[in-house]
Nanobody, 115 residues
Framework: QVQLVESGGGLVQAGGSLRLSCAAS????????MGWYRQAPGKQRELVAS???????YYADTVKDRFTISKDNAKNTVYLQMNSLKPEDTAVFFC?????????WGQGTQVTVSS
């Protein structure tokens, strides 16, 4: 059974940094895309950043130049380095991994940015 375990969320002041990690356990198979989504209270879940198997990356406009997504293929782990955090970044962050046939979601980790 595949599980995605997220870590690294927490409370930080505006301007601070956090690093999220998402590790996949179990026989996940070949990974196509790894990504991070977030959902703020009362809002829809939105894609923040993604990285493909060939390391092509995508960033939402709201996080460009502040967030960096990376991965460790050997560990089936995806990271999200978040710098210059703003109060509007406050949300539950979810990782998502797409294989060639299935989609897996993490349980979510809370990120709270105080002003």
């Amino acid at each position: 059974q595949v599980q995605l375990v997220e870590s690294g969320g927490g409370l930080v002041q505006a301007g601070g940094s956090l690093r999220l990690s998402c590790a996949a356990s179990g026989s996940i198979g070949s990974i196509n895309v790894m990504g991070w989504y977030r959902q703020a209270p009362g809002k829809q879940r939105e894609l923040v950043a993604s990285i493909t198997s060939t390391s092509n990356t995508y960033y939402a406009d709201t996080v460009k130049d502040r967030f960096t997504i990376s991965k460790d293929n050997a560990k089936n782990t995806v990271y999200l380095q978040m710098n210059s955090l703003k109060p509007e970044d406050t949300a539950v962050f979810f990782c998502r991994i797409n294989t060639y046939g299935k989609v897996y979601w993490g349980q979510g980790t809370q990120v709270t940015v105080s002003s």
